[in-house]
């Protein structure tokens, strides 16, 4: 995620996640990330690909100093890249059925200057180690960076020494070759055109019969339909998800299929919502988006929000840290001073994003999820040089976060339960005995929609106003820490 900062705006305006639809767009500079691809683990399904030195370059990143705010973003823990990389690929794996990442590494390649380890050791305070015999550094988050060469970094996380060592021994000579071939397309596509793309691997991710029983639960997916749905969904090869800036910020999604899609021409929109509000990942930007199928494809674009992108950020696991990138030249940046209002800002912009959130019914659990993955970024953010009170100001908002989704979750789990026994509390007065005759069937489906929309309402309420208390206690930790630090440094927060 890139922040491009507008003069005279304090906020700053996202600007480029991916560009998925540059297809006629030339090529800058020779094909690189099919070097970097031989650092992908086995067993990668998901790769983001980032040039950001052709992003940087373009007419539009310089009109907005996009290198100071991504910078200021990526020290800040809102951004997966820095200007100080010119090439980033990340590689994990992924259980799809749980949506849990089980590892991540990332490679990170510049021509300006070369990394130094022992630099980076002495910033982050541990001693520098070697490993199948590279330098090596245990980084405070539990990743290990290792040198791959003069001008490119590995990291790996979790930090597993073993794991990190056959990593480094099976590192492919023959370029991006081992991996499936929907990454391997991702790889040339990000070579030939794109600034950046987060690609996933979905070949027999699912099994068949399972495919078919999850679609059964869904109301996008008509009865008649079932069947046919279930025969195009399970070719799917995988998804591909991207974001261009024009005039204005708008995101794409492409789902590749072995075979045609036509069966989800009317249905694909509603059944990807349906998907993305199961699994708790669902961006509200969606639901304006237009659809279309081409002969394998299905493609959603349209605008995306500032939130909807960070949301789709946090679901990027990214091991690369401040510390490993930054300029050493740049000392001012990272006094105690600096990094402390970095950090109190990054805080800030979480808080005031979520405190504009409103949950929809429907939408409890993915919300619960979004509320979660915030938690786990503010977690992620640097606290190198960052005074011991916003440190643990950030841990009381991040357990916050999980207490809000904690709400968001269990009160959606209330209202399924209260309105299941409705149908019991019909069945226990007769009600649905009047099944066989037209007023009694209305009166009783009458009644029991009636019933469900006051749970559903009620759970609404009451799950806003928790998390209303929750966030009103939050806002006023944080004013009370703003008032603390502009003491306690003599400049405003």
Known sequence: MLYFCQPKRSI????????????????????????DARWAPLHTNLLVLINSK???????????????????????????????????MIASNVDFEAMQTLWTSAVGSRESKKFDLTEIANKVGKPLDTIAGRSLVLMPSDAMLVELGPSTIGVMKPGNRQA??????????????????????????????????IALDLEDALPPAEIRQRLSNFSSVPAADLDSVTETVKGIRGITLG?????????????DFLGSPQTLEKIGKPLLIDVLQKRGMMIDDIESWTVKTTASQLLLTGPLSLSGVRAIASMVSQPLLPEI????EASNANTT?????TYFKSLESYVGELSKKRASVAGLKAYATWFENYAQKIDSFSILNVDPELVALGEGVSDSLRQMGEVARTSGLDAKSQKSEVQTEMINYGYDGYSSYGYGNRYANQYRQSKRKMIDTKSKVDAEEQARQILKSITEEMNAARKSMSLKYGVDF
């Open 54 to 88: 052709r992003v940087f370059e373009s007419e539009v990143a310089k009109k907005e100093r996009a290198a100071d705010a991504s910078r200021a973003a990526f020290d800040a823990g809102l951004s997966i890249v820095s200007p100080n990389v010119d090439r980033l």
């Open 12 to 35: 700053p305006t996202l600007f480029l996640l991916a560009a998925i639809a540059l297809f006629s767009r030339p090529a800058h500079s020779l094909a690189q990330f099919a070097t």
């Open 164 to 197: 990190v060592a056959n990593w480094l021994k099976s590192g492919v000579s023959g370029g991006s070759n081992h991996l499936p071939s929907y990454l391997k397309d991702a790889v040339s596509f990000a070579d030939a055109n794109a600034d950046v793309i």
């Open 337 to 341: 001073y600096a990094r402390s209002m």
């Open 243 to 255: 974001i261009t800036f024009r005039q204005s910020v708008t995101g794409s999604i492409k789902i």
């Open 325 to 328: 990138t930054a300029d050493s």
